[in-house]
């Protein structure tokens, strides 16, 4: 980790440091711990979002650090075909491979800092799976996927899915050279990312050097939240002590600090958090297995359109077979 980085960070354009004399900086509501599961055919998870109101979330839903694992040959899983609706699911893999196919047409594969965007507005299938080579030969797994909300202006928009590239993601440097952020969708001081969406958000995964203090310009419209992929550090004014697994819930600013350990565990050379950000959509949410709506009625419908095949087919020539 991480997969995409740069020979000099010190050449990339930077983001400006907040003027304290101007700049409120956030406090630090929350830390919590996300336990671990397993997802689909079962792969392992940590559960990011675990223990956090949605009015926190909002317009987040849910979250899983899937790995970081070295598998065996034969032991890499992924999900078998299911629905979605009325939301937004954001894959971004930062090592190993994934396939991803749904039945609108897109897909493919994504690999080492590449990120899948897929709307399912009114209904989409789709799974998601290592590559049978992948299967056969074993090896590192470690990504993210989160789910987005939609408000009900366009939970029933038509499908549409984004591969976004590793290359194609805005690299930028913090104002010392001490980190390098890759902003995926929104944007960080003007300076906009490749992912197009629905609901106003911002997602940038941030590597920290040892020693290194970010203080990063944050709209106050946008909700804060930080989650720790590898290594150890602090965050906040106060310097909060935050590690693995761990996310850091922001109150209200205009921008937050976070700081890396000058000393890191052996199997991180760095600090990497993935930092996301919202305009909160501040609706009714009803929510359950693969559905997000706004209404247990909607729900309902879901269910029952997904039964009746209205959601889509599983194309002829498909994966997972």
Not at 40 to 64: K, N
């Amino acid at each position: 980790m991480p997969a995409v980085t740069v020979d000099n960070v010190l050449a990339l354009e930077r983001v400006r440091r907040p003027d304290p004399a101007t700049t409120e900086l956030r406090p630090v509501r929350q830390v919590t711990t996300a336990p671990h599961g397993l997802e689909g055919e079962g792969f392992p998870v940590r559960r990011a979002f675990a223990g956090v109101s949605l009015a926190d979330l909002d317009p987040f839903v849910h979250m899983d650090q899937m790995g970081e694992v070295e598998y065996a040959p034969g032991e890499p899983k992924g999900t078998p075909w299911h629905p979605h609706r009325g939301f937004e699911t954001v894959t971004y893999m930062i090592d190993g491979t994934f396939q991803h196919q749904d039945s609108i047409g897109g897909g493919g594969l994504i690999t080492n800092g590449a990120t899948q965007w897929m709307t399912a507005g009114a209904g989409i299938l789709h799974i998601e799976r290592p590559p049978e080579d992948l299967v056969a030969s074993g090896g590192l797994f470690h990504g993210i996927q989160l789910w987005v909300n939609l408000p009900r202006r366009d939970k029933w928009v038509p499908p549409r899915y984004q591969g976004i590239e590793p290359h194609t993601a805005t690299l930028l440097s913090s104002h010392d050279g001490g980190a390098l952020l890759r902003v995926i969708a929104g944007e960080v001081d003007g300076h906009k990312g490749p992912g197009v969406t629905y609901t106003p958000i911002t997602l940038v995964h941030a590597t920290l050097s040892p020693g290194a203090r970010l203080e990063l310009p944050w709209p106050r419209r946008l909700n804060a939240l930080v989650y720790v992929l590898a290594g150890r550090g602090t965050v906040g004014e106060d310097g909060r002590p935050v590690q693995t697994g761990q996310l850091a819930v922001f109150g209200t600013g205009d921008a937050f600090a976070v700081a890396a350990d000058a000393t890191q565990d052996s199997s991180t050379s760095a600090l990497e958090l993935l930092v996301l950000g919202g305009e909160p959509i501040a609706e009714p949410v009803a929510a359950y297995g693969p559905f997000v709506m706004n209404t247990r009625d909607e729900l309902t419908q879901a269910f029952e359109d997904f039964h009746a095949g209205r959601l889509g087919s599983i194309p002829a020539e498909h994966i997972g077979h």
